[in-house]
T-cell receptor, first 114, second 112 residues
Framework: RKEVEQDPGPFNVPEGATVAFNCTYSNSASQSFFWYRQDCRKEPKLLMSVYSSGNEDGRFTAQLNRASQYISLLIRDSKLSDSATYLC???????????????WGLGTSLAVNP | ETGVTQTPRHLVMGMTNKKSLKCEQH?????MYWYKQSAKKPLELMFV???????ENNSVPSRFSPECPNSSHLFLHLHTLQPEDSALYLC???????????FGPGTRLTVT
């Protein structure tokens, strides 16, 4: 089983749609979680961190489910500019010692169509 | 955005050439990373420097040689590369390992 798994997509949605991505992780001791966005041929950019209580930033909402070991990203009212690959990133283990490593998912491709 | 810069942005080199990639971070971070990104593959972590000390080397071939002269600068020296080394090479930095990382724009490398 991969440490971090994402559905690669592509997800094709119309403008204005709501779309959700899930990402599962295998290490139950993981402490920190992030969503990054990567545009074609560009570098990944931090979209948002994912907190235990869930967090929202405008049209974007991130949730963490520790019991089932997954995080989710919900995008409401999709815009054409949301078209990108969304990368799930998980800290491999606890912050103690040398066990601090970010594990990257393969990414989920989103295409928002007019 | 100029938090993390990389030069050159594009590089074409022959298999016998020697070249270097440069990364500079202006964020005051204490950890820096080199990643390789090939098509259809997840980001591959190559090297990690924390407080200028190399703390991780993920079985990277010796034809890639990193150097971190100070906490703001990171180099990747390349020699006798193979065509399969063609990829996007990304530099990132963070304040502490395991925390959110900020990336440079990358160097797109083509080995002919």
């Amino acid at each position: 089983r991969k440490e971090v798994e994402q559905d690669p997509g592509p997800f094709n949605v119309p403008e204005g749609a709501t779309v959700a991505f899930n990402c599962t992780y295998s290490n139950s001791a993981s402490q920190s979680f992030f969503w990054y966005r990567q545009d074609c041929r560009k570098e990944p950019k931090l979209l948002m961190s994912v907190y235990s209580s869930g967090n929202e930033d405008g049209r974007f909402t991130a949730q963490l489910n520790r019991a089932s070991q997954y995080i989710s990203l919900l995008i409401r009212d999709s815009k054409l500019s949301d078209s990108a690959t969304y990368l799930c990133v998980v800290n491999r283990g606890s912050y103690a010692g040398n066990n601090r490593k970010l594990i990257w998912g393969l990414g989920t491709s989103l295409a928002v169509n007019p | 955005e100029t938090g993390v810069t990389q030069t050159p942005r594009h590089l074409v080199m022959g298999m016998t050439n020697k070249k270097s990639l440069k990364c500079e971070q202006h964020l005051g971070h204490n950890a820096m990373y080199w990643y390789k990104q090939s098509a259809k593959k997840p980001l591959e972590l190559m090297f990690v420097y924390s407080l200028e000390e190399r703390v991780e080397n993920n079985s990277v071939p010796s034809r890639f040689s990193p150097e971190c002269p100070n906490s703001s600068h990171l180099f990747l020296h390349l020699h006798t590369l193979q065509p399969e080394d063609s990829a996007l090479y990304l530099c990132a930095s963070s304040q502490g390992r395991g925390f959110e990382q900020y990336f440079g724009p990358g160097t797109r490398l083509t080995v002919t």
